[in-house]
């Protein structure tokens, strides 16, 4: 005799006879069990419903992101000459560029970044020769951005009037910072873009400066694509700023990650640091 019989012979009442229960409503155990299947059933397809919206969006999150290879440099020109904005790395800092020449690209960088119209961008060059396409050369000493470049330095130049950047980059100024960074990447897609690309970094306006794509995670979603080369290891410093608009005098305006080494350069080319302004 096993547990069931043994103890439906002792409790008659719930086994064998039926007692009417006044007041308490019906439940089978049956529709009990089929009201659970029905409810599992939709918990299911809830949850089933949750995970492929979720695996949607980590697709369409992943879809942006790739190595920054010279596989990939076609699809980021392509992607600049659309006028969208791309998220690269420099030698320095994330960054996100888009074509210099076109203001609905430079427009959108600023709206990205919930950055001041005043505040200017700076351009990135693949070549040094590349320069003198975008701002004045001609009063420095032969050899120095030679030497300066490619490198994380940003020298600030006149534009001049045979400069063919785009008017509505950094209006009423009439330097620009020019960046030709020790990273292939960016060099590649700058000179297969045939054109200036316009530079900063990858962050909110204020916020502390990328060395990796997840520092600026929240961000990804403006941006065309995102080229991941790891995490940088020049720190958040950013690159030395040095204006050389001036024959014979430079100015160091940033510090950044290689101002000594950038000083001993300027000196060695016979450059005076200009006096700062009192």
């Not at 001049?160 to 897609?189: A, M, T």
């Not at 316009?198 to 962050?203: I, K, R």
């Not at 608009?245 to 080494?261: C, N």
Request: charged share 25%; with cysteine.
């Amino acid at each position: 005799m096993n547990l069931s019989t043994r103890l439906g012979g002792k409790l008659p009442l719930f086994f064998n006879t039926r007692v009417p229960l006044r007041g308490v409503p019906k439940l089978g155990f049956v529709p009990f069990l089929q009201q659970k299947r029905r409810f599992r059933g939709g918990f299911s397809k809830k949850m089933g419903s949750n995970v492929e919206r979720c695996e949607v969006g980590v697709e369409s999150k992943l879809g942006l992101v790739h190595p920054a290879t010279k596989f990939y440099a076609d699809e980021a020109v392509i992607a600049l000459k659309a006028g969208k904005v791309i998220a690269v790395p420099t030698d320095t800092l994330y960054g996100f560029a888009c074509d210099a020449c076109s203001s609905e690209a430079v427009n959108k960088i600023y709206e990205i970044k919930g950055r001041k119209h005043t505040s200017p961008l700076a351009i990135c060059v693949g070549d040094v020769p590349d320069i003198k396409r975008f701002a004045v050369t001609d009063h420095l000493p032969y050899g120095l951005l030679d030497s300066l470049l490619p490198g994380p330095v940003t020298v600030v130049l006149g534009r001049g009037e045979s400069s063919i950047l785009e008017k509505s980059l950094n209006p009423g100024l009439d330097s620009i910072g020019v960046r030709v960074p020790d990273s292939d990447f960016i060099r590649i897609i700058a000179r297969d873009a045939e054109s200036a690309l316009a530079l900063t970094s990858a962050n909110l306006s204020g916020q502390p400066s990328s060395v990796s794509i997840n520092d600026f995670e929240n961000l990804w979603e403006h941006c065309a694509y995102v080229y991941d080369g790891g995490v940088l290891p020049a720190g958040r410093a950013g690159s030395t700023v040095v204006d050389l608009t001036k024959p014979g005098k430079y100015k160091i305006l940033r510090p950044g990650s290689a101002k000594e080494e950038t000083v001993a350069i300027l000196e060695k080319y016979s450059l005076l640091e200009e006096a700062a302004s009192r």
